[in-house]
């Protein structure tokens, strides 16, 4: 080949990476922060989990049951935990959701306690209702 031809083939070659690699770094964005945590995984594993906790009844210091755990919402603010509890009623009938921070809640032998509630102050809690989808 002569060197005229090897000249331009060289320089296609070369034009031809640098419109392959080009598109690609411009499709990378804005550089993100994101930063790691370390995590100790055995004191997360032997916390609670949010499937093992539901349907849990709810105690207090004297052992009434007040109700059960129904669900445990994340709040989109500021992440903070809260159980959603059933209470009051009879049979299934006239029970009502309400909210409140899981942080209230302890975790002992595998019951969930709310020390100091009683079912009357938890009847009348403000009824909680899931936001629609």
Do not use: W
Not at 12 to 19: D, I, M, R, V, Y
Not at 112 to 129: H, N
């Amino acid at each position: 080949m002569s060197q005229r031809i090897l000249t331009k083939f060289a320089a296609g070659l070369l034009a031809c990476s640098f419109s392959t690699v080009a598109p690609l770094a411009l499709a990378q964005g804005a550089p993100q922060a994101v930063t790691e945590k370390r995590t100790d995984v055995v004191q997360v594993a032997s916390g609670y989990r949010a499937s093992k906790l539901n349907g849990a009844s709810v105690y207090n210091r004297n052992n009434d049951d007040l109700g059960t755990v129904d669900d445990l919402i994340v709040a989109p603010g500021d992440h903070s935990a809260y159980a959603v509890l059933s209470v009051g009623g009879f049979l299934g009938m006239g029970k009502h959701l309400i909210a409140v921070p899981f942080a209230d809640l302890q975790i002992e032998n595998r019951k969930v306690f709310l020390p100091e509630a009683t079912k009357k102050s938890l009847e009348a809690m403000p009824e909680f209702k899931y936001a629609p989808d």
